[in-house]
């Protein structure tokens, strides 16, 4: 069974602060990671998509992967108050469908 | 921007009944995905579409659930005889490349199915 665990949290920052997420997944063969973003009641919209360890950043977003340990995190740097969502981790193994965790939900406190 | 559309946004049934979502995926895309979020829960993949075929599909699309592609823009999913444990959020998705090995979805803004 391939898993994605993630902290439910929820996770509370100060605005300006940086908001750190993580994610571990189970399948050793997952080749693609993607960090979503779910606000209540709305669909997942991509942020941030990694398929090499190491760092990528967009903006004031960076995404963090690390296969050896079936690690993925996302930094969000300058925290605003929009950020406030609950954040979702997914993988992929070659062709086969996206398995999302449960997700981290985030607040950004003015 | 290109957008998914899904119809209706928010549907009440009976157990029993059937239901159609219905789906409009961008335009040049051809892998076409349905997921479910049940409410407070992860998002689920129920079933993938290609070429006119499934070309996936989980343990939770069963006999009960199908998918068609009538014609060149929608995309459906039908619940035949619905159950109270189907009240979820539906999305649908869609891609028009496996980048890398996996898909980057777009997802509609989602179809809420209420069974009463």
């Known amino acids: 069974q391939k898993e994605v665990e993630q902290n439910s949290g929820p996770l509370s920052v100060p605005e300006g602060a940086i908001a750190s997420l993580n994610c571990t997944y189970s399948?050793?063969?997952?080749?693609?990671f993607f960090w979503y973003r779910q606000y209540s009641g709305k669909s997942p919209e991509l942020i941030m998509s990694?398929?090499?360890?190491g760092d990528k950043e967009d903006g004031r977003f960076t995404a963090q992967l690390n296969k050896a340990s079936q690690y993925v995190s996302l930094l969000i740097r300058d925290s605003q108050p929009s950020d406030s969502a609950t954040y979702l981790c997914?993988?992929?193994?070659?062709?086969?469908?996206?398995?999302f965790g449960k997700g981290t939900r985030l607040s950004v406190i003015a | 921007e290109p957008e998914v559309t899904q119809t209706p946004s928010h549907q009440v049934t009976q157990m029993g009944q059937e239901v159609i979502l219905r789906c409009v995926p961008i335009?040049?895309?051809?892998?076409f995905y349905w997921y479910r979020q049940i409410l407070g829960q992860k998002v689920e993949f129920l079933v993938s579409?290609?070429?006119?075929?499934?070309?996936?599909k989980s343990e939770i699309f069963d006999d009960q659930f199908s998918v068609e592609r009538p014609d060149g823009s929608n995309f459906t999913l039908k619940i035949r005889s619905t159950k109270l444990e189907d009240s979820a959020m539906y999305f649908c998705?869609?891609?028009?490349?496996?980048?890398?090995?996996?898909?980057?979805?777009?997802f509609g803004a989602g179809s809420r199915l209420t069974v009463l």
């Open positions: 997914a993988s992929a193994s070659g062709n086969t469908p996206l398995v």
């Open positions: 335009s040049n895309h051809l892998y």
């Open positions: 990694i398929y090499s360890n």
């Open positions: 399948d050793r063969g997952s080749q693609s």
């Open positions: 998705a869609s891609s028009n490349h496996r980048a890398e090995g996996a898909n980057v979805l777009t």
């Open positions: 579409f290609y070429n006119n075929e499934i070309s996936e």
